[in-house]
């Protein structure tokens, strides 16, 4: 009677620690936008077609698109110019910008994608800083 209710505890034993294994290294795992939030390395991304580099100001708000002679060409808040809404974070903050891989429709003009801390996203034409709202999860 004993050596089952020791395999039992032994199973059920074996059963937490694999769960706890598993939730755990899902936790571990994390996109490279929530990296950047949480270790504060600058946004920025530089676009190899026009040359153009996008910037996110230390507010985590404003882009700001120089040229190759480190000229500005423009500085806009794609959240407020877009009268965007707070969603799951009260102060959404730009944590990636990158290339626009086209998957949610072609581009009329150079573009790259901007995301949120809360999730929200959308496209930046580079010759202008009009920010195109695409949706959020």
Not at 13 to 38: E, K
């Amino acid at each position: 009677m004993n050596s089952i209710k020791t395999t039992s505890h032994a199973c059920c034993g074996a059963a937490i620690l694999l769960l706890f294994i598993c939730s755990s290294q899902a936790q571990v795992i994390t996109s490279p936008q929530n990296m950047r939030a949480q270790t504060n390395e600058p946004v920025i991304y530089r676009d190899a077609g026009t040359g153009i580099t996008l910037s996110v100001e230390s507010d985590g708000r404003h882009v700001v698109a120089t040229n190759d002679r480190n000229e500005t060409i423009w500085r806009v808040d794609p959240f407020s110019d877009a009268k965007l809404e707070p969603y799951r974070t009260a102060t959404p903050r730009i944590v990636y910008i990158g290339p626009d891989d086209r998957i949610y429709g072609p581009s009329k003009e150079p573009s790259a994608m901007i995301g949120f801390n809360s999730t929200q996203f959308g496209r930046i034409i580079l010759s202008t800083g009009e920010f195109i709202f695409m949706g959020q999860d």
